[in-house]
């Protein structure tokens, strides 16, 4: 069965900071990738996903994140963080199946220190 | 073009009431899911719906939990007989058509429905 990790439930960086959130999945077969964000007392927003070519995939507010086949990672970075990117970030899967089910990683809450 | 409107935004129930959540997906999409939010807690998947399918409701409780997609009208998720530990955030989420399409089937999400439970 496929699932996500999300290391850190909890990850603060200081504005101007880069930022880091780490994402591992367990699939027997490359499966499609997502990062979505969570403001508060919102619904989610796709930052940027993987399907298929390029494993660097940019997203909107200057997010990318890679994916390494060998290392079943699919981090997202930023290199400098900003105040109004304080939310929860969740990983995503999907196998490449004949539906689409979707499975969610716990989510990390980032902070940003002024 | 409205995204996927979900109601009521914050709904309270007293415990053995029922709850009815309702979501309006995306104009042009015919796949629906729901998930539940913990506080706390990342989204759990509950149920996947095709317009008058459910296609995979491997996250549903196996009692007072239902959902729907009718022909006509919006997705309807039912809990019967609501207990305290129903209170979460119910967020539905529409795409567009399923299979093995590359870049189909990413979610757009409601806004959620707030459920506490008194």
């Known amino acids: 069965a496929q699932s996500v990790t999300q290391l850190g439930s909890h990850v603060s960086v200081s504005e101007g900071a880069l930022v880091l959130l780490r994402c591992n999945y367990s699939?027997?077969?490359?499966?499609?990738l997502f990062w979505y964000v969570q403001y508060p007392n919102q619904g989610l927003q796709l930052l940027l996903k993987?399907?298929?070519?390029?494993?660097l995939v940019k997203g909107i507010n200057g997010f990318e994140a890679e994916f390494k086949k060998s290392e079943t990672s699919f981090h997202l970075t930023k290199p400098s963080a900003h105040m109004s990117d304080a939310a929860e970030y969740f990983c995503?899967?999907?196998?490449?199946?004949?539906?689409?089910?979707?499975?969610f990683g716990p989510g990390t809450s980032l902070s940003v220190i002024p | 073009n409205a995204g996927v409107m979900q109601n009521p935004r914050h709904l309270v129930r007293r415990r053995g009431q029922e709850a009815r959540l309702r979501c309006s997906p995306m104009?042009?999409?015919?796949?629906v899911y729901w998930y539940r939010q913990l506080p706390e807690e990342g989204l759990k998947f509950m149920v996947y719906?095709?317009?008058?399918?459910?296609?995979?409701e491997s996250g549903m409780p196996k009692e007072r939990f239902s959902a729907e997609f009718p022909k006509e009208g919006p997705s309807i998720l039912r809990i019967q007989q609501v207990v305290r530990g129903d209170s979460a955030a119910y967020f539905c989420?529409?795409?567009?058509?399923?299979?093995?399409?590359?870049?189909?089937?990413?979610?757009?999400f409601g806004a959620g429905s707030r459920l506490t439970v008194l």
């Open positions: 989420a529409s795409s567009h058509a399923g299979g093995l399409t590359t870049g189909a089937n990413v979610l757009t």
């Open positions: 699939s027997s077969v490359p499966p499609y």
């Open positions: 993987y399907t298929t070519g390029a494993t």
């Open positions: 995503a899967v999907r196998l490449k199946t004949s539906y689409d089910k979707v499975i």
């Open positions: 104009k042009g999409h015919s796949h």
């Open positions: 719906l095709q317009k008058e399918n459910i296609i995979d």
